[in-house]
């Protein structure tokens, strides 16, 4: 499979835990993306990386959150803490560095649910 | 600032027919790119159709075909001979000079393709 991975594909968890998601990018893709998708909307970025700097972050990025690409491989997004409002797809994505019409390869996503 | 607007938020269509889907959208970018996806129930976010704000020809994949209207700020997405795993929600997009490597999307639209 050489798509855009992400695990797990489905959590519940209690108001006040802490999550973490996983995202698998395609091999040869140096950059990365989180966006975050709410019922009813279209989805809002968060970060990008490129290899393993995280190059641009979104205000929507509050400080318990968190987003990691160690290797300029694999990335993690933690949420600490979680409350009610976090509850959403959490959507990952990846593309080759260069014109933007390359457009992104995205993933199934992460459906998180506060409870 | 960027703004996607997507007014229909649900669409139905018969078999076989084509559809149109809206999009306007505002920047002030002075060079972008058009885009839309096509988000199936399970989540993922598939790439259909580029549009470069300086393309002279309005983009066509298949049968999908994109409606460019640079004056009027419009950017339609017709899908012909409509099938019915064509049912999910569609999302325009755009990505400019100023934006970053970041998209801004519309709502969303709802398509139901009727047997």
């Known amino acids: 499979d050489t798509g855009v991975s992400q695990d797990p594909r489905h959590k519940i968890t209690k108001r006040g835990q802490n999550v973490t998601f996983r995202c698998d990018p395609i091999s040869e893709h140096n950059r990365l993306y989180w966006y975050r998708q709410t019922l009813g909307q279209g989805p809002e970025f968060l970060t990008y990386?490129?290899?393993?700097?995280?190059?641009?972050k979104s205000r929507l990025l509050s400080d318990r959150f968190s987003a990691e690409r160690p290797k300029g491989s694999f990335s993690t997004l933690e949420i600490q803490r979680t409350e009610q409002g976090d509850s959403a797809m959490y959507l990952c994505?990846?593309?080759?560095?260069?014109?933007?019409?390359?457009?992104?390869?995205f993933g199934s996503g992460t459906r998180l649910t506060v409870v | 600032a960027q703004k996607i607007t997507q007014t229909q938020p649900g669409m139905f269509v018969q078999e076989k027919e084509a559809v149109t889907l809206d999009c306007t959208y505002d920047t002030s970018d002075p060079s972008y790119g058009l885009f839309w996806y096509k988000q199936p129930s399970s989540g993922e976010m598939i790439f259909l159709i580029y549009?470069?704000?300086?393309?002279?020809q309005n983009a066509t994949e298949g049968r999908y075909s994109l409606n460019f209207q640079k004056a009027r700020k419009s950017a339609n997405l017709v899908i012909s001979a409509s099938q019915l795993g064509d049912s999910a929600m569609y999302f325009c997009?755009?990505?400019?000079?100023?934006?970053?490597?970041?998209?801004?999307f519309g709502t969303g639209t709802s398509l139901t393709v009727i047997p």
């Open positions: 549009q470069g704000s300086y393309d002279q």
């Open positions: 997009a755009m990505r400019g000079t100023n934006t970053g490597n970041q998209f801004y």
């Open positions: 990386f490129q290899n393993e700097a995280q190059l641009e």
């Open positions: 994505a990846s593309s080759l560095e260069g014109p933007w019409n390359y457009g992104y390869t």
